[in-house]
């Protein structure tokens, strides 16, 4: 069956490491989107990718990093210059000329 | 600016009776709308969507929305609530502004249905 899958479900992480979490689908889409939740501040857009090897930023980028390297993959990387890293991600992707999004079952990442 | 606007932080509805989760929305052009349901520790899971044609939209479990234009609304509904729809509901607007490839959805901050047994 095709989809998102976002591993792992849950991270902990200390404070002053990196962090990555993956994002794949076999859907074929063109775009791919990563969004932070958290409670009472809906979704907010991380950086999001339009086609293999180009990526923009969103709203609130500091402190993440992405890559675009294959057209199923778009992990996000979580620096140590984020400074409140704890939260859920999410993962997203589209057509180009999408119309709606598929998501990711998240990832919660916790710093500990 | 363009912007989605959930007016409830929640709605609480007794089991079997109709709920409207209501979304208002703000863009130029002609929107494209959405209404998406999110299980706790879960991802977005689409319910429906209006491009154009009938304002009445019908979408999974159930639900429904309906586009008022004049109005700039696409309110969800259903007519007989249940307590496993409870749950975290987003409305989302495409971005009209920029190339075709760059548009985005934009989000409401989501509403909290409860439906109480």
């Known amino acids: ?112 | 600016a363009q912007s989605v606007a959930q007016p409830e932080d929640q709605v609480n509805v007794a089991e079997g009776n109709p709920l409207t989760v209501k979304c208002t929305y703000s863009v130029s052009g002609n929107p494209y709308l959405f209404w998406y349901v999110q299980y706790p520790n879960r991802g977005l899971q689409f319910l429906l969507k209006y491009i154009t044609g009938d304002n009445l939209v019908k979408g999974s479990y159930g639900f429904e929305a309906e586009f008022n234009k004049s109005q700039t609304s696409f309110h969800l509904k259903k007519p007989s609530a249940l307590v496993s729809d409870s749950a975290l509901y987003f409305c989302a607007v495409r971005d009209t502004i920029g190339a075709g490839n760059n548009r985005k959805l934009i989000w409401g901050l989501g509403t909290s249905l409860a439906v109480n047994p």
């Not at chain 1, 994002?23 to 063109?30: A, G, I, M, V």
Request: charged share 20%; with cysteine.
């Open chain 1, 1 to 112: 069956d095709g989809g998102i899958t976002q591993s792992p479900k849950y991270l902990f992480r200390k404070e002053g490491q990196n962090v990555t979490l993956s994002c794949e689908q076999n859907l074929n889409h063109d775009a791919m989107y990563w969004y932070r939740q958290d409670p009472g501040q809906g979704l907010r857009l991380i950086y999001y990718s339009q086609i293999v090897n180009d990526f923009q930023k969103g709203d609130i980028a500091e402190g993440y990093s992405v890559s675009r390297e294959k057209k199923e993959s778009f992990p996000l990387t979580v620096t140590s210059a984020q400074k409140n890293p704890t939260a859920f991600y999410l993962c997203a992707s589209t057509y180009t000329q999408g119309l709606g999004y598929t998501f990711g079952s998240g990832t919660r990442l916790t710093v500990v």
